[in-house]
């Protein structure tokens, strides 16, 4: 099983906002790529630097391979529909690989 996670820092004045379209749209949109089995969204709570509310979306999926389908058929046009939130937030993302759940 893998995990993919998009860490995310949002400008606090379009932070409501986003977690609104983060529930409704982003997530569902995610899920139903038939990718993903479930998604977790946690809010981190170390305080920025640079300012912001930084939250942790992981996305778990069944293999590698089902990762690296969603990068080819879906992660550029699901990246793309963040357009109302361009400049008001930093994103990365990493890949992790579950070894044991207890």
């Not at 997530?27 to 942790?56: H, Q």
């Not at 046009?77 to 008001?88: D, N, P, V």
Request: hydrophobic residues 35%; charged residues 25%; proline residues 2%.
């Amino acid at each position: 099983m893998y995990i993919y996670n998009v860490t995310i820092n949002i400008q606090e004045d379009v932070h409501h906002e986003w977690v609104d379209w983060m529930k409704t749209v982003h997530i569902p949109d995610m899920l139903n790529t038939g990718k993903f089995s479930k998604a977790l969204m946690t809010r981190v709570m170390v305080k920025e630097e640079m300012g912001g509310i930084t939250y942790s979306v992981q996305y778990t999926t069944p293999s590698k391979e089902m990762l690296q389908k969603y990068y080819d058929e879906d992660a550029q046009r699901l990246r793309a529909s963040s357009k109302a939130f361009e400049g008001k937030f930093v994103a990365f993302r990493t890949e992790l690989e579950v070894i044991s759940e207890q």
